[in-house]
T-cell receptor, first 113, second 114 residues
Framework: EAQVTQNPRYLITVTGKKLTVTCSQN?????MSWYRQDPGLGLRQIYYSMNVEVTDKGDVPEGYKVSRKEKRNFPLILESPSPNQTSLYFCASSWGLDNSPLHFGNGTRLTVT | TQLLEQSPQFLSIQEGENLTVYCNSS?????LQWYRQEPGEGPVLLVTVVTGGEVKKLKRLTFQFGDARKDSSLHITAAQPGDTGLYLC??????????????FGTGTRLQVTL
């Protein structure tokens, strides 16, 4: 089954404790992206990657890192999480071509206390 | 950053009613996508419109792209409880509608009750 898999689904952590949210897709997609979803703000892009070893900042990259060492994986790293990073995070992938639909994971709900 | 405003933010209606959701911007988009998101899941694409004035139908859902490609609407006829969810529009800027240039709207949360 074609899918985007994120782990974990839920995460509660404390300020400053480094964490990684994993994302994997099995559709051989070139393009992958991370979004955060907050009430009233819609989905905001954090980082995206057009291909292996090619990453770029989205609209809200501060406090986040990503890497794209393999085509299928695109982990999101929070080196020193802060409470304002409490949010619902989504990973998405697509072919990256004109009007390609985004395929989303089921989300990771992160709480930073 | 382009801004996409959706209205209304919340909508609670009864089964069988009709409704329209709007997605507006001051920017011109090369294409516009509509997604539906159900609780505990990620958004799922419903439709992509690319031509100004284009109308697409998906069963009881009708999508329209504005002539100037700055706005779009989603009309649902005879809403059913299965239509409940968060509806998101997403506009692509630039010459091509590449995923990296997608900006999402603020969302419309629809609840359809029996």
């Amino acid at each position: 089954e074609a899918q985007v898999t994120q782990n974990p689904r839920y995460l509660i952590t404390v300020t400053g404790k480094k964490l990684t949210v994993t994302c994997s897709q099995n559709m051989n997609h070139e393009y992958m992206s991370w979004y955060r979803q907050d009430p009233g703000l819609g989905l905001r892009q954090i980082y995206y990657s057009m291909n292996v070893e090619v990453t770029d900042k989205g609209d809200v990259p501060e406090g986040y890192k990503v890497s794209r060492k393999e085509k299928r994986n695109f982990p999101l790293i929070l080196e020193s999480p802060s409470p304002n990073q409490t949010s619902l995070y989504f990973c998405a992938s697509s072919w990256g071509l004109d009007n390609s639909p985004l395929h989303f994971g089921n989300g990771t709900r992160l709480t930073v206390t | 950053t382009q801004l996409l405003e959706q209205s209304p933010q919340f909508l609670s209606i009864q089964e069988g009613e009709n409704l329209t959701v709007y997605c507006n911007s001051s920017s011109v988009f090369s294409s516009l996508q509509w997604y539906r998101q159900e609780p505990g899941e990620g958004p799922v694409l419903l439709v992509t419109v690319v031509t100004g004035g284009e109308v697409k139908k998906l069963k009881r859902l009708t999508f329209q792209f504005g002539d100037a490609r700055k706005d779009s609407s989603l009309h649902i006829t005879a809403a059913q409880p299965g239509d409940t969810g968060l509806y998101l529009c997403a506009g692509a800027v630039g010459d091509t509608g590449t995923a990296s240039k997608l900006t999402f709207g603020t969302g419309t949360r629809l609840q359809v009750t029996l």
